[in-house]
């Protein structure tokens, strides 16, 4: 069958082909005003973090510098020669990894607990009350803006050096972060099962332990593990303001310039975490498909 | 004859023996259920209270601690900058912080495009440096903002211009990760048809994939712009530039409310880039 492509007179044509132009042309044009404004913005903001364009390429040469640095010993031979030499302090970082480790499990759990609370006191279609609502929701969100840092600052003032406020800062921003989420699971349920517990006689407790708890659950240890993993990335640089963890001692490295200790300690950081990361992901999966099973 | 639940269970528990033989499958492997999640919540609740154990925690210390939380508390109020021109400098700190955000966005999106296709399956055939590519973006994920921020320190000296390259260095490598999954889910039909019409590999790219992924790359900038208003606020704390910087120095002077004033105006300051974003992703035009 052969084709044939029928073109239409000029006289037709040409009104389409104004019309595409048109269209075209107002696009590019409000795409190049997009980019002047971003392009306004970025200048005022170079401005703003005293970007130094002479600074950057005399520090560039720096960085590949000093990242050969790190995988140099003391003595001036690379790394790979003495791996004994490299991982001198290889009994006490690791310590100080589970450490880390313990920190971020102990803060994400006390955290998920205040977040199971937080996360069903806020959802709107189980707690009547908008009042207590909307307090809870106003603490989840200051919970989640100030930085765990910030947090761990604060806590090393009042409760002393140590992990104890590493391990409250983590667990308190958690309870924000994973409220937020665990509240929009909560509001996304099939309410019928609560209407059942209800119809039976049941109280808020009992609908929400037999109504909503199952429909949740595998949701929110998904979550929960999820928040673990950027936890633990967390917990590793906490002990930079003295909140326990193998943070202490990598800023002090990095601080006095021991570079191979610096990139010791970042080997193991990366991982440690990459090990987690795993685990947690294949973990996630065996729960969603528990949950596709049911 | 009433149903009220005690007189259901009255008749069920008389019934119970006939019920169990009738209904097999209801009574079996409930035990067996039950047990493996009680293992499991008794083992996570081990691994916890040793956790506390082997951290120190002890009642007297929290008891202590939350006293003086609470004297803390008292002494943020009411919140203060403690002068005119100390806020002057704090908003200008603020400013900092969110060109910080912004710079280090831009920049990670601008290199994390590239590298995004570097490790998408899709695009580079070569198994070797693909998975080069991921394993080397996973490495740049684990390690914090704050410590980049310590390394770029030592690099291009104090100040908010390391600040802005360490936001730039971690999320880079989130970037690349969020941009290979797109592309390797973008659709092939428009990219046969690039190379059906004769288009190179390059061609192909630019006008088959890219088309796809720009807008994904859009609104990922922004939530990432938001998220690293909050991320900015604390890489000042090691000296990275921005308003951590006074924050941190507010604490460790015991400056209570000068702290609870730079803490409101980081809250105010994320809730209003929150509040821009939403309208921002609300209001970007079809296709763009």
């Known amino acids: 069958m052969p084709h044939t492509v029928t073109v239409p007179p000029d006289a037709q044509l040409a009104p389409l082909l104004r019309f595409y132009a048109a269209a075209v042309a107002s696009r590019r044009r409000r795409m190049l005003l997009g980019m002047a404004v971003l392009a306004s913005c970025v200048l005022v903001a170079a401005a703003g973090a005293e970007v130094d364009a002479g600074k950057f390429w005399a520090g560039i040469g720096n960085f590949g510098d000093y990242f050969s640095r790190l995988l140099l010993l003391d003595t001036g031979e690379p790394v790979w020669t003495d791996p004994a030499e490299w991982f001198w302090g290889l009994r006490r970082w690791v310590r100080l990894l589970g450490e880390t480790l313990l920190i971020a499990y102990a803060g994400t759990l006390t ?33 989640r803006t100030v930085p765990d840092i910030v947090f761990a ?13 590493g391990v409250l800062a983590i667990a308190i921003h958690t309870t924000g972060a994973l409220g937020k989420l665990f509240c929009e699971v909560v509001e996304n349920i099939d309410i019928r099962p609560v209407e059942g517990i209800a119809s039976t006689g049941g109280n808020w407790f009992a609908q929400v332990r037999f109504g909503a708890l199952p429909q949740v659950l595998s949701n929110f240890a998904s ?27 990598l800023i002090v490295a990095i601080r006095q310039f021991h570079t191979s200790d610096v990139s ?31 | 004859m009433s149903d009220s639940p005690a007189d259901l269970r009255a008749a069920f528990l008389a019934r119970r023996v006939d019920m169990q033989a009738a209904y097999p499958r209801v009574f079996s492997g409930f035990w067996r259920a039950r047990a493996f999640t009680l293992v499991l919540a008794g083992g996570a609740l081990a691994v916890y209270l040793a956790a506390l154990v082997i951290l120190e925690f002890s009642p007297g210390i929290i008891l202590h601690g939350l006293g003086r939380l609470a004297d803390i508390a008292v002494l943020m ?29 831009l920049a ?32 740049i994920r684990s390690i914090d903002t704050l410590i980049w921020a310590l390394i770029w320190i030592n ?34 039909r428009p990219v046969e048809g690039v190379a059906a019409a004769g288009g190179g590999h390059l061609a ?13 790359l859009a609104s990922q900038v922004l939530y990432f712009f938001e998220s690293n208003t909050r991320s900015a606020t604390i890489i000042g704390v090691v000296g990275a530039g921005g308003i951590g910087l006074y924050l941190a120095e507010a604490i460790r002077v015991l400056e209570w409310r000068e702290t609870s004033f730079l803490i409101l105006m980081v809250l105010v300051t994320v809730a209003a880039i929150d509040a821009l974003s939403q309208r921002l992703r609300g209001a970007r035009p079809r296709g763009a």
């Open chain 1, 111 to 143: 955290g998920t607990i205040g977040a199971f609370a937080g996360g069903f006191l806020c959802s709107r279609n189980l707690v009547r009350t908008a009042p207590l609502r909307f307090v809870v929701r106003r603490l989840l969100e200051f919970c």
């Open chain 2, 77 to 105: 109020l009411p919140p203060s900058p403690g002068g005119w021109e100390r806020f002057l400098l704090y908003l200008d700190a603020l400013g900092q912080t969110l060109s910080i955000a912004l710079l280090g966005t």
């Open chain 1, 153 to 165: 600052l604060i806590f090393v003032a009042s409760f002393g050096l140590g992990a104890v406020p």
């Open chain 1, 223 to 249: 979550y929960a593990l999820l928040r673990f993993e950027i936890n633990v990335r967390g917990a590793t640089v906490i002990g930079v303001v003295g909140a326990g963890g193998i943070g202490q001692d």
């Open chain 2, 108 to 139: 990670a999106a601008l290199l994390g495009l590239p590298l995004g296709f570097l490790a998408a399956r899709n695009v580079v055939a070569n198994r070797l440096l693909h998975l080069a590519t991921r394993r080397g973006l996973d490495s």
């Open chain 1, 264 to 294: 010791a300690i970042l080997l193991l950081i990366i991982l440690c975490v990459m090990a987690i990361d795993t685990l947690s992901e294949r973990l996630r999966h065996r729960l969603l498909s528990l949950e596709s099973r049911q």
């Open chain 2, 155 to 188: 690099v291009v000296g104090l100040g908010p211009f390391a600040g802005a390259l360490a936001i730039a260095s971690t999320d880079l490598a989130a970037f690349a990760k969020l941009m290979s999954e797109a592309i390797e889910a973008a659709d092939h």
């Open chain 2, 204 to 216: 192909r790219i630019r006008f088959g994939i890219v088309p796809q992924v720009l807008p994904v």
